[in-house]
């Protein structure tokens, strides 16, 4: 119908607010292994109901099914869950230590380590990456050393952004790490400029990038879009729906009108909708995309599914705006657990290794921890040396700064 008054005006509604019983009852949620899984080549025209579904593979009595199934090997499964293990026994580190004054912020990326670890695991090394700031499992999968990313966050004198960059904004040019930008959506029209660049030199390599939902209300997004297909750019281009922006749901970035995977379908490339707490599922679909880009079929657009367990960053109170067990009723359940149980089930792993697991990571976290104040926190010891603040932006030092560097006498 088309509006004819004020009296239509749709203002969306979180479904839950604090005080309220949560419960999804009523999401449209298809059981794993469901999905037929397409050609990598298959015309877009032909996967416009990818947009509309949700591709799982790990099912509720975790058996990994269906033609998306990957088929890891146990070891490829254990590195994928120990690696997400590790990502969030270092993200709950890292939050406390903000909570003592050591470090300035941080954000966690609690509930959603199956995206970034199992999307770096189906991605090539020489793949580059733009990320947004909550997928450090991807530094952590490709294998980053957890000093340097902590040396960085606490802003120390080892800091490899020499304290320039808000903490969690990581960069790593040796692990084909793109620099992260505050800015939301940049890397969104980096990442396909960069796919665009590295398909004109011949190159095998793709780009790979992430934003959260409410990102896809930026400009930025609609850009890289338009790109992307325009010149069939090699590029995965990752929406990472966890429901929530900051305090807004995901129905103010219009996710209530119209999946953010549709999205992808208005602009002429395949749009994937995947679970995106079943790591199997998101690396399988991850390296569908991949190897379609390889291949010349260009852009694909990945909605992943998922639910911010923590708050958006140590700034946010998230007990303000939803209900503080909203999590505990997410009928997609937790990541981690999900992929634990399916490898107990196939008896490649037990309760007590995952204890054991659990331990040592949190024993070498703490160890790298140690190390990394050594060099200095926000509040105490060694910080990157002033003279640094004048170093590595122009070629040649223009004249004012020349001058104030004088004055300062370093
Ligand atoms: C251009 C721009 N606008 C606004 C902000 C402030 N801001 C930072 S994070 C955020 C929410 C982003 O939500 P979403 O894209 O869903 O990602 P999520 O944090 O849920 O992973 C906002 C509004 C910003 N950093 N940049």
């Known amino acids: 119908m088309v509006p004819t008054s004020g009296k239509n005006l749709d203002v969306p509604a979180p479904r839950h607010r604090p005080g309220d019983e949560p419960e999804f009852d009523d999401l449209d949620i298809p059981n794993a292994g469901t999905v037929a899984r397409p050609d990598v080549l298959t015309s877009p025209k032909e996967m416009f109901g990818y947009a509309n579904t949700l591709i799982r593979v790990l099912n509720m009595k975790n058996d990994a099914v269906g033609e998306w199934n990957p088929k890891l090997s146990p070891d490829e499964m254990r590195k994928g869950l120990t690696d997400m293990l590790t990502t969030r026994i270092y993200d709950d580190r890292m939050q406390n230590m903000q909570r003592v004054g050591k470090m300035s912020f941080y954000m966690k990326s609690r509930g959603e380590e199956a995206v970034a670890v199992a999307q770096a695991m189906a991605l090539d090394k020489k793949d580059m990456l733009f990320p947004s700031y909550r997928q450090q499992g991807l530094l952590i999968s490709r294998g980053r050393d957890l000093l340097d990313m902590m040396n960085h966050c606490l802003s120390n004198s080892r800091d490899n952004c020499k304290g320039r960059q808000l903490p969690i904004m990581y960069t790593w040019a040796e692990g084909n790490f793109f620099s992260i930008s505050g800015n939301l959506g940049t890397q969104f029209c980096q990442a396909v400029g960069w796919a665009v660049a590295s398909a004109y030199k011949g190159e095998d390599a793709i780009a790979a990038t992430w934003i959260g939902e409410g990102t896809t209300a930026e400009a930025d997004f609609h850009h890289g879009m338009t790109f992307a297909v325009v010149y069939n750019a090699p590029a995965i281009l990752n929406v ?86 909203e999590y505990e009723v997410w009928p997609l359940g937790d990541p981690i657990e999900r992929l634990k149980n399916h490898l107990i089930a196939i008896g490649e792993w037990s309760e007590d290794r995952h204890a054991e697991a659990i331990e040592q990571i949190t024993a070498m976290v703490t160890k790298k921890y140690k190390e990394a104040e050594s060099y200095g926190t926000l509040n105490s010891g060694e910080r990157p040396e002033v003279s640094s603040m004048f170093e590595d932006v122009f070629k040649e030092q223009p004249d004012h700064l020349r001058r104030q560097r004088q004055e300062l006498g370093v």
């Open 240 to 325: 990472v729906n966890n429901q929530w922006a900051i305090s807004s749901f995901q129905g103010f970035a219009g996710g209530e009108k119209a999946t953010f995977a549709s999205r992808g379908v208005g602009y002429g490339m395949p749009g994937l909708r995947v679970d995106g707490n079943d790591f199997l599922a998101v690396y399988a679909v991850t390296k569908w995309a991949a190897e379609r880009a390889r291949n010349g079929g260009g852009p694909t657009m990945i909605e992943l599914f998922t639910y911010r367990a923590a708050g958006h960053s140590t700034s946010d109170d998230p007990s303000k705006y939803r209900p503080d067990d």
